[in-house]
């Protein structure tokens, strides 16, 4: 058999069959839903606690007009009481004490004194509550001052919510309902977990050359293969390690998908928006009216309107150029030292444009047209986590071209300097290998 | 028969001369020491020879031929510096070793199962290589130098970190090995071991050969003319009668007999020194002393040093 095969087959199946690697690549994707079903059901289901609100409404405005809501009632008392409660809140039954000044219809105050941290949902519904009244009372008296008949109708008429459907025209010329939102999480998501690929796969790398150089193998090892073999069959093995990882995570997530599909049938779904929407009906009549609106079904298709195969395939080339450049220089580094004190030195400068890309995923996602973002993606270096980071958002074909052009380039470049160190650190032992040492390895002859 | 040798081979590692010009021939069958001081170049040029660094000119040939990249499958190699992987079962790692030299997956496990039921170890197959103590896991190491049945083995310092026990294991296979039709090229500072086991040698200082020969003629070259004599008489006339010329270095009295050693100058002759103990002394045996190895190798490295 092919050495660099059998390396490879070695390496491959020393870390697929660790249990780390097992419970990791099943964990995920079930931690991953379980966040994100946490996240859906905390926002359906709102907070059942039940409190009642003492009232002391100094403007007599409000008497029988502040309803029970949901689980929160209103409870008027009269001023003594008031000034009784506002003293000793805290041992009384009521969660909250609303204090509307008799100003309120020219001040616009009210004060809510709580012994808790009021929930925002709580304090802006009672606001909502409080607005609406005085807004249909002034309007009452508009409507009395200027006897238009039916002015009331027609200026409810004159209310406008306009909601945004943002298309995007693809490079043949259709038009796609898109989100700038699903962009950004995708890209967002892209970019991390190219970084994270990255990196966790190329230490990976490092950290088994610095076994094997730790251990002393690497001599008997290197007695048999070329130490060419031996890297290559190393970062190719882990690299398959990874795309096992990323092949079992889409096929789950894909069935997670499915499922989430057949779940949400265009019924259900609607039902599931509307509930959504009745616990922000209050806000606006506009809202309820998009409750009709299939939200999830929607969320869906824009998914799917991605371009998915494009992503795929960005996803792979800059996951494995981009891996290949950087485990090979981490295995480099791996050879050139002894220990784990100067790993980390050597690591550090070899990893900042990796760092410095993550650090730029925010700006290039929320600006995927920027110079930064373009900069980013077309540098070497960078544009493994920066381009994946644009691809969501549509990318035009020169540039991508170019920066996996620049990409490769660099990976042969960086290839042959590690193939060097590589080379001469492997059997180097308790020497200090500083960037000048290094330099002056790479002009060794072979 | 010569199986391997390197001709002319020079190395330089940035400013450091690591071999200038250094020959050797090694005989097919033979056990061949390669001696020298730390840092004299023995690692390097076996390192050469395992084809891990090149020479930067001259050249190692096997069998007559230039040696290439497929001959790794015939060469066994126990590096100075040697280790295991820590978290790999014995027995799978053993085989992936052995398939690294070129050997299929059940020919490794034949003949591994054979050399672990030899060393009775057969138990540890399934252990890991941290459960080990060092002088096991030497074992488990030679093994895995020797299961491809290599023409040539290399051990760089074979018996560093080898306790006596497993040192005296390791020599006896050793001559096994050559007696079943194997070469053995080693490294060593144990100098006993080269007299037990070396036939040749090749002394390396500084990067240069310094003697190169099979070992008793080199031992004969460096003899020094020191005699041991067991006679009877007195030691007082024995003295007066060898004179200023012969250099008394040692001498016991017993009850028995008296033993001396003595070692005579330039010009003189075994006769001379016969013929002036004659009258004084009644000779009981009469014995040259050959340099041990150690002797040898301290003697030619100091006279190369003065150069």
Redesign the interface.
Known sequence: ?N?TL??LK?EYL?RVKKKSFIVLTLLVPFLFAGMFALIIFLSINNDKEERTIAVYDESQLFLGELEQQGYTTFHFIPEEEYNELKSNLKESDFYALLYIPANIYSANVAQLLSVKQVPIELSEQIERKLSRFIENDKRQKVVEETRIPDLEDRLAGTKTSIKLNTLKISESGETKKSSSTIAFIASYVMGFIIYFFVFMYGSMVMRSVM??K????I????????PMQLMAGKIIGTALVGLTQVGIWIVLGAVALGVVQGLFTPESAQQMGQSIMESQSAMSPAASQMAGQNQVTEVLEMIGNLNLPLILFSFVFYFLVGYLMYSSLLGAVGAAVDSDEDAQQLVFPVTIPLILSIMLLFPIAKNPEGPVAFWGSIIPFTSPVSMLARVPYGIPTWELLLSMFLLVLATVGAIWVAAKIYRTGI?M?GKKVNLKELI?WLR??? | MEIFSARNVDKTF?TTKALSDVSISVNEQSIFGLLGPNGAGKTTLI?II?????P?SGEVLLEGRKMK?SD?AR?G???E??????K?KIGEQAI??A???GL?KQEATRNLKHWFERFEIMTWWNKKVEELSKGMAQKV?FI??VVHKPRLLIFDEPFSGFDPINANLLKREILNLRDEGATIIFSTHNMESVEELCDHIALINKSKKIVDGPTDEIREKYKQNIFEVKYKGEFEEVEKALGQKMKILGHAESEKENQLTVQYLNGDSNNKLIQQLLPVAEIISFEEIIPSMNDVFITAVEESNKK
């Open positions: 058999m050495k059998l390396i070695q020393k076994e094997e730790k251990n002393r193998i001599e008997v090892i290197i007695s048999s293969v070329k059997l032992y002056k060794y002859k072979s | 940035a390192r395992n084809q891990i660094t090149a930067d990249g790794v060469i190699y126990l590096p510096e040697r280790g295991l992987y820590k790999m992936y070793l398939q690294l030299k299929s190491q895995t130098t």
